[in-house]
């Protein structure tokens, strides 16, 4: 039985290369300096995977940003745009061209626009999207991934495994910049693309080769299946006498296990924690020689695995193919996972027995071998944490428990129906036709931030820093009364984030202090860990929300982040389903959206940023999911007057076949981004009926640029054509906070003028 890695986090346990690659793009380190670094972290990775014990270590896995990216370099997939810098063919020359793929090119008199960056899969990690043209040319042009290999044999010796993006992957997240053909209909040229690179990966000396095609675990059609068969076909044919893994993660196969299972490969990865449930119908199809690599340790979050679960598949599949034919792994690639555990000091070090981060997490897979050989006290002292988690009075909360399972569909609903609940805001508020406002956040300058972080330190006192934010506040207030807008927020200057600001306050969270993991290029997140069951010892936000209140006699809006944007930033406990935990967070937002409610405050903000992104890949899957996530909001809205006015938000608005979900939500008003695609996501808003108020983000916040009114007038007139404009509010795509001053002033007085023409027009 092997055990094998797919993957490492790259960006070193002290946020390494994020500093190097920053300071390389500010000029003040040399590119030797940044490769140096670069170097150092993936030779002590090597050795971390070395050390633990695993056979089979992935390489080329590393990147200095992305590993996408490097494949479209590596297989000359560059767009034209960028042509202009292929002709300096130096070390600087060629990195200058990955990063402006990576992040645009504003140098020498060229201005290039960097290329598209969008979620790997459901994860929280941004990939650099491949560009494909009908008459698309690929060609080894990129050295990295040999260079890396040659590295990690004088190293590893057998043990290192390339690792690439498998082809049908490859085509199917990219994106054609084309009419006229389909991206899959490639598969022909760059197979044979890919043969020569596994040729030459053979002849460099290599057996194992991973190909990462998660794809495999997505809705596919007829065409993409054949993809896969063709290619795999004809590199089985033309690069024999290698080893191929071809893995595959985030779902079960499910209608593509037969094709899975019956490529010409060596063996098949398939993640177990996602979907043990598959590895049934996988052992009832897959032929005699394919071994099977069973991703039994999570990858995607920070709880120590539950070995006597894993042995129970591990045998189950060690009964059926034999032990030789078995690899044991992680779910998917560590580069979803913190790196070290042994870092975090402050952790209760009951809680931090129950964790694992990368590092442990190899350490799991090697001990899960050594079990299944006979080492039973390696078991026992697993089922000791294991059994200490589940007893815990840390985690389990017998009363927040019983509360959640007594929450009806009563609680979880309005008092009366929408037009009812309109007419009254209508009577309370008198807004004018096509009020405006914010989504919240206002610039967060270094001045803000520089108070937290001397707040922190303790070179203020609780008082001076309070009196510094409301100063900052009441600012802010008196300008968006200035500029006319209808309902104020208060900025929210007080919170770092807006999941960690309500984390810190809720009981059954904890915080690490190196927990990094890469979200894209050198940004890393640190997302709150959520062990236990979650309740609210006391009001978050009314202290803030209640002083802004009385500085104006305009309506102020309340700020909350709701249950499905806390969990979907956060990691999650993997000892209950995610609907019970959000449906805990939902009840702490309920209570503190009355505390509101109580406190005077008559309009109610619920973001739900994230709830888009949380859908599962798989369609069968999603009504399930949106069912407790519409639920969890309707939860936290539920229990006010229906003179309070609940508002929510949601950053990305593809909502084509989701709309009657986000119609369930029942939010009086909800904003969201559609400036980019020029209000054409409101068109399924209109041909659903939507009822209830809706702001369309009428200008990208994501840009410096200022809009000019005329264009806000425009897209707003868009607007009232497809909706009732006795509906239609007017503000923009999303919070401000990474903005600077001058650009939102000069966009938001902009704005304020849009809503005034349109009034007169309408
Ligand atoms: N209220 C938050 C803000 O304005 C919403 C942010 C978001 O949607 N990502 O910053
Ligand atoms: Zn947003």
Redesign the pocket.
């Known amino acids: 039985m092997l055990t094998q890695n797919l993957g490492y986090p790259r960006i070193g346990g002290q946020r390494q290369l994020k500093k190097a690659a920053e300071k390389f793009w500010a000029g003040k380190i040399a590119l030797s300096e940044l490769k140096e670094v670069a170097i150092a972290i993936r030779e002590a990775n090597w050795k971390t995977q070395l050390d633990a014990g695993i056979d089979l270590i992935p390489c080329n896995d590393f990147s200095f940003y992305d590993q996408m990216l490097d494949t479209s370099l590596l297989l000359g997939a560059v767009p034209e745009r960028y042509y202009p810098l292929l002709s300096d063919t130096t070390k600087e020359g060629k990195m200058a061209l990955y990063f402006a793929m990576a992040r645009g090119y504003q140098k020498n008199g060229l201005d290039i626009t960097a290329m598209e960056m969008t979620k790997w899969l459901d994860t929280n990690y941004h990939y650099i999207v491949p560009e494909f043209t009908h008459d698309q040319v690929f060609k080894i042009e990129g050295e990295q991934l040999f260079e890396s290999f040659e590295s990690a044999k004088a190293l590893l010796g057998n043990k290192a495994k390339p690792v690439l993006i498998g082809p049908v992957s490859y085509l199917l997240l990219g994106k054609e910049k084309q009419a006229g053909f389909e991206r899959i209909e490639l598969i022909q040229k760059l197979t044979t693309v890919y043969i020569d690179l596994l040729n030459q990966l053979k002849a460099a000396g290599a057996s194992w080769i991973q190909l990462d095609e998660p794809c495999l675990a997505l809705d596919l059609t007829a065409k993409e299946k054949a993809a896969f068969v063709f290619a795999y076909n004809e590199i089985a044919k033309q690069a024999p006498g290698l080893q191929i893994l071809v893995s595959t993660y985030f779902d079960a196969l499910l209608d593509n296990t037969a094709l899975a299972t019956h490529l010409p490969i060596s063996a098949l990865h398939i993640d177990l924690v996602r979907a043990p449930e598959q590895l049934e119908e996988v052992l009832t199809q897959i032929p005699d020689k394919l071994q099977l690599s069973l991703g039994v340790v999570d990858g995607r979050n920070v709880w120590k695995n539950d070995y006597e679960k894993s042995l129970s598949l591990i045998r189950k599949a060690v009964e059926k193919i034999g032990a030789d034919k078995v690899i044991i792994a992680p779910s998917c690639s560590l580069l979803h996972s913190p790196i070290d555990l042994d870092l975090e000091t402050e952790i209760d070090p009951e809680i931090k027995n129950w964790m694992a981060f990368a590092k442990q997490k190899l350490r799991e897979v090697k001990e899960l071998q050594e079990i299944f050989a006979g080492n039973d006290a390696l078991l026992t002292a697993n089922q000791i944490a294991i059994s200490s988690r589940k007893a815990s009075q840390k985690v389990h909360k017998q009363q927040v428990k019983d509360r959640l399972s007594a929450i009806t569909d009563v609680d979880a609903t309005r008092q009366s129906s929408f037009a009812k609940r309109q007419h009254l805001h209508h009577e309370r508020f008198k807004f004018p036709a096509f009020p405006t406002t914010?989504?919240?956040?206002?610039p967060q300058t270094d001045d803000i931030r520089q108070l937290r972080s001397l707040f922190k330190k303790g070179s203020l006192t609780l008082d001076q820093y309070e009196a510094a934010l409301e100063k900052a506040t009441t600012e802010v207030i008196k300008w968006q009364e200035q500029i006319g807008l209808d309902v104020l927020?208060h900025g929210?200057y007080e919170?770092n984030d807006?999941v960690e600001y309500f984390g810190e306050q809720l009981e059954g969270f904890l915080f690490t202090k190196n927990g990094w993991v890469q979200s894209y290029g050198s940004r890393c997140v640190k997302p709150p860990v959520i062990f236990g069951d979650v309740s609210r010892p006391s009001d978050m936000t009314v202290r803030w929300i209640s002083f802004a209140a009385k500085q104006t006699q305009k309506p102020m809006k309340g700020?909350l982040?709701g249950p499905v944007?806390i969990l979907q930033w956060s990691f999650v406990r993997d000892d209950q389903p995610r609907a019970t935990t959000a449906g805990q967070i939902a009840l702490a937002i309920r209570d503190e959206v009355l505390a509101l409610e109580k406190a005077g405050i008559g309009i109610i903000?619920i973001?739900e940023?994230?709830l888009r992104e949380g859908l599962p890949l798989r369609k069968t899957k999603q009504s399930q999911y949106l069912n407790w996530a519409i639920k969890a909001f309707r939860i936290t809205a539920g229990g006010v007057q229906d003179r309070t006015q609940i508002h929510t938000?949601?950053?990305y608005s593809e909502f084509n076949n989701i709309i009657e979900h986000i119609a369930a939500m029942d939010a009086d008003v909800i904003t969201i981004e559609t400036s980019r695609s020029q209000m054409e996501l409101l068109e399924a808003f209109a041909d659903f009926a939507y009822p209830n108020e809706i702001g369309p983000g009428v200008y990208d916040i994501h840009s410096p640029r200022v809009p000019t009114t005329e264009e806000m007038t425009t897209l707003l007139r868009k607007a009232a054509s497809l909706l009732p404009p006795r509906n239609l509010w007017v503000n923009p795509d999303?919070?401000?906070?990474t903005r600077k001053w001058p650009e939102t002033r000069a966009a938001l007085i902009n704005m304020v003028a849009a809503a005034r023409q349109i009034r007169e027009e309408i």
Do not use: N, Y
Not at 438 to 442: A, C, E, H, L
Not at 734 to 737: A, I, M, S
């Open positions: 914010t989504i919240g956040s206002f927020v929210e919170r807006m700020m982040t944007t903000q973001d940023a994230a938000h949601m950053c999303c919070g401000l906070k």
